[in-house]
């Protein structure tokens, strides 16, 4: 997998990806990651990239030639045209689903705005994807472009050690990771949940997929819909509402 940044900031995003896990990915050799400096494609001696909106208002916008060279030059250098994902607060909201679909792709470019914005014309004519990370706004494209990097790359094949883990966690069927436990076995006066103590693998899995729909239901409900659960998980979930509904009745009475 083969990420491009086209950035104005590329000390800022290797600075970041360079480090844990995905520095180590790129060592391997699994990832590799560029930070195409926007700068570099500047039409004027001063190294310009931006200038005032037409018909007026605050800030400066990214012109679009740089944007637009900097792209081509790459797509000289690999000899096809990858995807461009526009990280803007206005596109998709980013999510675990979306981070699968990327990740099947050999070769991404992650297009990071600053000031008011890049020119319209650019993004017409690269522009693939548009992705946020939320609602809310950064003062740049370089941090959601690092969030998605290191999402899509725990999903490369070899780079998480434990294979497993990349679909255990949250979000696996919908349903948050259940909590973990490691020594001392008495913190503090609490102690390991006994059952973990047990080595007895079929109550401890069972334990931790009613631990995950507990912990789903308190906070992210809005999950459940789409978890596959068993006949008997399902249950597990109606006595948990049941008990719910049954504390907001004896809070009214109070
Ligand atoms: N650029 C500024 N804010 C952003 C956000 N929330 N997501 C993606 N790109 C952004």
Same mark, same amino acid.
């Given at each position: ?11 800022m ?20 990651v560029?930070?195409?400096n ?54 998709k ?15 991404? $470019?992650f /297009?990071? @705005? =600053?000031?008011e914005? #890049?020119? &319209? ?10 992705l946020s ?16 990097i ?12 434990n ?6 966690e ?14 001392p ?7 390991v949940?006994? $059952?973990? /103590?047990? @080595? =007895?693998?079929?109550? #401890?899995? &069972? ?48």
């Amino acid at each position: 997998m083969n990420f491009h940044i086209l950035t104005l900031f590329p000390e800022m995003v290797m600075g970041g990806l360079n480090t844990s896990i995905t520095g180590r990915a790129m060592e391997k050799g699994l990832i590799s990651v560029e930070a195409i400096n926007i700068r570099d494609y500047s039409h004027d001696k001063h190294r310009h990239v931006d200038d005032a909106p037409y018909g007026g208002g605050a800030g400066m916008v990214m012109q679009p030639g740089p944007v637009c060279e900097a792209y081509e030059d790459l797509c000289g250098r690999l000899g096809k045209k990858p995807r461009v994902i526009y990280m803007t607060p206005q596109g998709k909201v980013f999510n675990q689903k979306i981070a699968q679909e990327l990740a099947e792709e050999e070769d991404l $470019v992650f /297009l990071c @705005g =600053h000031y008011e914005g #890049i020119d &319209e014309r650019a993004l017409e004519l690269i522009c693939t994807d548009y992705l946020s990370i939320g609602d809310y706004v950064l003062t740049g494209g370089e941090l959601p472009a690092m969030v998605m990097i290191d999402c899509i790359s725990r999903l490369v094949p070899g780079v998480l050690n434990n294979e497993v883990s990349a679909e255990v966690e949250s979000f696996h069927d919908n349903l948050l990771e259940y909590p973990q436990y490691t020594r001392p076995e008495i913190f503090r006066d609490m102690a390991v949940p006994p $059952v973990l /103590l047990t @080595g =007895h693998h079929k109550n #401890i899995e &069972e334990w931790r997929r009613k631990q995950s729909i507990k912990r789903t239901l308190e906070r992210r409900p809005d999950l459940l819909e789409g978890a596959v659960l068993s006949k008997k998980e399902r249950k597990y979930l109606e006595e948990l509402l049941a008990e719910d509904s049954e504390t907001d009745r004896q809070e009214m009475k109070e």
